[in-house]
């Protein structure tokens, strides 16, 4: 099995997902079914105690309301990751290996590339290394004028 079809909920749109070497090794252990789905608020749990355990505790500024005022407060990384920080991250750590942002949409739901590119996470650094990788992988293809 190559990849994994489904239906999306929001839109009803089939999409096809390739399967990454580690699900397949997940699927195989439960003899290519799935495991027993789960909310989303457990699933937060879980993905909150797993990256507790990875030690994954870098500050970050979180906005909170407290008595109808914007506070901003300092936690730990892992006390505030979801399922939708891991869907972004997918999306940018997709996107940062050089996947086309198109391939990656078809999987992700994006309808335009222009919201695509707003919900990844990379700044002008990164772009920089996406091209001298690419460079180091294809060869520099620019040439110089004689």
Known sequence: MKTFELRQNKTGKKVVIPLHSTVK????????KLPKPMTNQKFNVYLKQAASKAEINEPCKKTVLEKGL???????????I???????????NAYKDGIPSLAIMAISGHKTERAFLRYIKTDAKEHAEMFYKKWQENGEFLKKAK
């Open 25 to 32: 090794e997940i699927l195989n252990k439960y003899n290519g």
């Open 70 to 80: 914007r506070v901003e407060k300092t936690v730990k990384k892992h006390e505030i």
């Open 82 to 92: 979801s399922s939708h920080t891991a869907r972004r991250s997918f999306c940018t």
